[in-house]
């Protein structure tokens, strides 16, 4: 069966270095034109940074869906003939922007997700969205888009392999946490338990960079449908992942000669 190249983009995002920020987003979509890759993956607000002081400062850097942001990932698009998803500040009708992300096609908007789950002062910056994390008809099969916290949550990643996801893709800015010596950060095992649970792709793609005194996991990951990782986990650096994918097997979730990880689902006792 033919395959689906990702190439996930995790470089250093700095709120107080725009220029910096755009240079390096492009260094990394050069690294990752050499593989000729069907999709290009940014991280969540991959241009304008994450640690906005106040709302004002956030509503200063929000774009409208015609904005620069989006309109970048547009040109990326048509010269890579990739599709590209991308997180970016999205200027609202209110006082607070979104956090939201965007995938881009042959440079047309096929949808513009609003994160519904916010995390930690988040909720003092972002308006939440009200929408379903979204299952788009691409080129090469369904994906689903969400955003970092978003994807940590069970229902939100079941949702959308129910209504025939088969490539899971959550734009991510992780904050770093201690981990104990040895060990995965959560997210990175939640991300492949989820892959696993649901029989369904995932990918991750966070950022690296310290940022207004914050650092950040750079625990960007592909996984396949059993969970395994096919790309990363990424350990801090900058770096651009590449992963070939049979997406089709995503579309059988028979995990064992008599067991189906859907159908074997009894909902009405959960």
Sequence with gaps: MPTTRVAVCQYAIDI?????TLERLHASVAEAAESD?????FPELCTSGYVFRDIAEA????????????????????????????????????????NSA?????????????????????????AVGDEPAPVVETSVGKIAVMIC??????????SVARRGAQLVIAPSNWPAKHIP??????????????????????LV??????????????????????GYPGAGPAEGNAVVLIADLDLDRALVKTISANNDAFADRRPELY
């Design 149 to 158: 916290y978003d994807a940590e949550f069970p229902e939100m990643v079941g």
């Design 205 to 226: 793609c966070d950022r690296v960079g310290p940022e207004r005194g914050v650092d950040w996991i750079g625990g960007s990951v592909v996984c396949d449908v059993e």
């Design 37 to 41: 890759p069907d999709f290009i993956v």
């Design 181 to 202: 010596p040895g060990e995965r950060s959560s997210e990175v095992v939640k991300a492949q338990a989820f892959a696993a649970v649901n029989h369904v792709f995932t």
């Design 102 to 126: 965007a995938v881009v096609e042959n440079g047309e908007v096929l949808v513009v997700y609003r994160k519904t789950h916010l995390w930690d002062t988040e909720k003092l910056i972002f």
């Design 59 to 98: 509503q200063s850097r929000a774009e409208p869906v015609d904005g620069p942001t989006v309109q970048l990932f547009r040109e990326l698009s048509l010269k890579h003939h990739a599709i590209v998803v991308g997180g970016f500040c999205e200027r609202s009708d209110g006082e607070r922007p979104f």
């Design 16 to 20: 107080d270095d725009p220029a910096g």
